[in-house]
């Protein structure tokens, strides 16, 4: 499916429907797809009759550089095993059984780090979560579907990707050089185990 700016609106309509006291939409799909620009608009859009949707994005739950550098995995930022996975089914389960005010965090691009508690989650009946591995069924991660009501798949082929991380990455401070090593050994191989994951999901962008 192909979102334009009325299927959106469309879309926005049939999750209002749906919700009830708690409805949790998951949006996954590889790096750079654009996962947090549609989390984002839907949450706008429904928002314009009243405050009852937020989002609570996956790269809240990225690691410290301090503890990856410590794993030895500084370089492979991004790869599940960078994520706290346990923390983020924590939060999720938290939201899913509204167990009062949830602080969750978010992710400076800036600093390259999570910022705690940059989006706190309260009465809001429709909360979006996105993220790379919202349906990898494996180790910890294997628990998140089950939390979601529902699982739209965002999917844009590689010679659209690799521009958009370049992109980031050189806004982000990297060299070229340290770039486009960074989206061949790791981003690339990441968005194929994504998608392997595709159909698992109840939607298709």
């Given at each position: 499916?192909t979102?334009?700016g009325?299927?959106?609106?469309?879309?926005?309509?049939?999750?209002?429907e749906?919700?009830?006291?708690?409805?949790v939409?998951?949006?996954?799909?590889?790096?750079?797809?654009?996962?947090?620009?549609?989390?984002?608009?839907?949450?706008?859009?429904?928002?314009q009759?009243?405050?009852?949707?937020?989002?609570?994005?996956?790269d809240?739950?990225?690691?410290?550089?301090?503890?990856?550098?410590?794993?030895?995995?500084?370089?492979?930022?991004?790869?599940?095993?960078?994520?706290?996975a346990?923390?983020?089914?924590?939060?999720?389960?938290?939201v899913?059984?509204?167990?009062?005010r949830?602080?969750?965090?978010t992710?400076?691009?800036?600093?390259?780090e999570?910022?705690?508690?940059?989006?706190?989650?309260e009465?809001?009946?429709?909360?979006?979560?996105?993220?790379?591995?919202l349906?990898?069924?494996?180790g910890?991660?294997?628990?998140?579907?089950?939390?979601?009501?529902?699982?739209?798949?965002?999917?844009?082929?590689?010679?659209?990707?690799?521009?958009?991380?370049?992109?980031?990455?050189?806004?982000?401070?990297?060299?070229?050089?340290?770039?486009?090593?960074?989206?061949?050994?790791?981003?690339?191989?990441?968005?194929?185990?994504?998608?392997?994951?595709?159909?698992?999901?109840?939607?298709?962008?």
């Amino acid at each position: 499916m192909t979102l334009s700016g009325n299927g959106l609106v469309r879309l926005a309509e049939q999750i209002r429907e749906k919700a009830g006291a708690r409805f949790v939409l998951g949006i996954v799909g590889p790096p750079g797809a654009g996962k947090s620009t549609l989390a984002e608009r839907l949450r706008d859009v429904l928002n314009q009759s009243g405050n009852v949707a937020v989002v609570a994005p996956m790269d809240g739950f990225h690691r410290s550089n301090a503890e990856l550098d410590a794993m030895g995995a500084r370089g492979r930022k991004g790869e599940p095993d960078t994520f706290d996975a346990e923390g983020y089914v924590a939060a999720l389960r938290q939201v899913r059984e509204r167990h009062g005010r949830v602080e969750w965090p978010t992710f400076s691009r800036v600093t390259d780090e999570p910022v705690p508690g940059g989006v706190v989650i309260e009465d809001e009946p429709i909360v979006i979560t996105e993220g790379n591995y919202l349906l990898l069924d494996e180790g910890p991660w294997k628990d998140v579907r089950g939390l979601l009501d529902e699982v739209w798949f965002v999917d844009v082929p590689d010679d659209v990707l690799v521009p958009r991380l370049l992109e980031r990455f050189l806004a982000g401070g990297r060299s070229r050089e340290e770039a486009e090593a960074k989206i061949a050994d790791s981003d690339l191989r990441n968005a194929a185990l994504v998608r392997a994951t595709r159909d698992r999901a109840d939607l298709v962008l």
